[in-house]
């Protein structure tokens, strides 16, 4: 589904990502992971658009995506969220939902928008999503109000609810500072819609959740890909200890 081929970028002179080449399976759930600095971010940024790489290629469904502005990309079919929650913290939750549902090119008001964004106008799997992750009876609420935990669980709500739907689906870090209960959540909310046909390509450091939650991991040092494959093999990887621990 997604491709990436021999593609490098450098800031500075300073490689941050060198030559990489990986894939992603349709309907798969993947980690992408690395020491803190490993290139991984950078990577998800070259997907997305937000950074333009150096050298290689990215495809989509076969199709190149390098050079593609980020609003075009998503148009293709990819979403993601940031390290750094990127909502609309004074949207209800329900505004935060009708609003990917508008028409591209809305202008840079979103005031404006504003007033036509009513509950009956959320997309129909909506209220099961909130439901799903405990957020339904909060629908009215600012996104700000929320607790840390609970703004990521909307950030993925917000991208499986968006027009277009997209198929790939890319999350960094989504399990970082928020509690138990709710990364089980997380975890049972990725596993069902992978099962409905999404595909996740995921950055996170909990290790303990990737090896149980991915069919294959991709390990990241200094910008180049130094092991891939299944949980079982990533875990007693030599190379993948040393980038971890030292020697």
């Not at 790939?168 to 046909?197: C, F, H, Q, S």
Request: hydrophobic share 45%.
């Amino acid at each position: 589904m997604l491709e990436l081929r021999d593609v490098s970028k450098r800031f500075g002179g300073i490689g941050a990502v060198e030559s990489l080449s990986l894939a992603v399976r349709e309907h798969s759930i993947t980690a992408l992971i690395g020491p803190n600095g490993s290139g991984k971010t950078v990577t998800f940024n070259l997907i997305t658009g937000l950074s333009r790489l150096d050298h290689g290629e990215i495809r989509f469904n076969g199709a190149r995506i390098d050079g593609c502005m980020p609003d075009r990309i998503a148009l293709h079919g990819i979403a993601r969220t940031f390290q750094h929650l990127k909502l609309f913290p004074e949207f209800s939750i329900v505004e935060t939902l009708v609003l990917l549902q508008q028409p591209r090119g809305l202008g840079s008001s979103l005031a404006s928008v504003r007033p036509r964004m009513m509950p009956d106008r959320l997309p129909a799997d909506a209220q099961e999503l909130l439901e799903f992750v405990g957020l339904w009876d909060k629908r009215t609420e600012p996104a700000g109000s929320l607790s840390y935990g609970q703004q990521k669980l909307l950030a993925l709500v917000s991208l499986l609810t968006m027009e277009p739907r997209p198929s790939l689906i890319l999350l960094d870090e989504p399990m970082a500072g928020i509690n138990p209960t709710l990364i089980t959540t997380l975890v049972r909310l990725i596993r069902t819609y992978r099962e409905r046909g999404r595909t996740f390509l995921i950055i996170e450091h909990d290790m303990a959740v990737m090896m149980d939650l991915c069919e294959t991991l991709i390990v990241l040092d200094h910008g180049r890909k130094i092991a891939e494959g299944p949980p079982d093999a990533i875990r007693v990887d030599a190379n993948v200890i040393e980038a971890y621990f030292g020697r």
